[in-house]
């Protein structure tokens, strides 16, 4: 049986609640504030004090710098902003996902504090004592900041990112942190069941973590849908110079500002600043000397103007370590003759550090065998009544089974020589109801990384 906790957003809050709104008639409903573009820092007071809260220690080239509790609520708050967090991954509940909310609030995170702070510094942490029946707080002037506190009894906070055990008390902290930043934007409680915003989450429950369609038309109506005139991070490029490069649209010609994550031990919530920057070739190009105070975190471009659609999405940054280029999926993949598609997924980064790289497909042929195979380059080369997408010369790589479900998934070993070098992988495979008795997945072009 799981148990189920409620989650107000404060006391005066559910006051001003029931003042404001007697009746809800569904749905999302809001506190009556947002807040804008001088708001968006966030920082976490890491004081959790269970084993729990901050035993992941593994990092991820999404979050740069942050472990633990910190990248759990710092992947939370990603979730409510204006597009996928880089490629979205970093969650397994919910894979190359993060950020695919539809709203339209992009954060910019500010690194570890080193007190609670105030009502409106921006600051997430536990506070000591007995929540009886309520998990979390946040404290809201709303229109200049916010606080949100976690109680320490009798939960016990878990960071992921895999879901809690089912044991007493256990609570996912990704998945509060989401509900209790939605409190901070400006929303108050959902009716419906499944939203983030519904108060209340049983013990192993991940679901919070990832906002619904009633949580977007929520922080919707408080900020808009997305302006396709937003300025967008694609990726970023470390020169030899000491300058970071950043590719994307939507610059201005001149009067860019970009936002920092503030070194380790000496943030104080205020982004890492450098304004008056011009970009180049049409808007997509900015080139910025990296500032000595800006730590790993993310980068964000700032409009000249004040409106949420002078903020581009929040980009993962590390001054010391060129990004990860994203796998790319191409080309169409052969239905099979039972009539499943194998369609390439990717699991972490090709990078040489991590060297976790995984890509499989769930759409193969049960029981049958195949091969993985790579080239340099992409082609379009009809074959067996599908198509070859990898260019000459063609390496086989391994040899595999499907299980009897038709999934499987394989890692791609990365060393130091393949760091700078880009390839193209498909699978080959046995299909012995198909005309030419083969089956071809579509393929992926991986770029690898330190
Ligand atoms: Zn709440």
Redesign the pocket.
Known sequence: MSLTR????SAA?LLAGALLYPTPLGAWAHLGGELDLTQRDFRVYNNFSDAEANNNTVTDLSFPGATGAALAIWKAYVEWSSELHANGSGDPTQPFDLGSGGANFDPSWQGLATSPGDTNSNIASEISGFGAGVL???ELPISDGWRIRFYADPVIWNDGPNPPPNAQDHRDLQGVAC??F??ALGL??STVLGST?F?AISIDETTLRSISADDQLGIQALYGVASSSKPHIETYELSSTGEVVIHGHGFEPTGNTLWFTRSAGISDGTPVSVSHLSSSQGGTLISCPIPIDAGPGDVLVKLSGSSHADLSNPFPFDPNQQHCPDVISYGTAKTTSQLSVPQLYTESWPSAALNNFKFGTYGGMPNAFGIMFSGPTAQNRPFQGGTVLVGAPIRREQLFQFDFTGWIELSIPIDSSMIGSTRHYQLWFQDQGDAFGTGLSDAVQVGFCP
């Open positions: 409620y989650l107000p957003a809050v979390g707080f946040t509900h209790e939605g409190h108050a409680h915003m108060p």
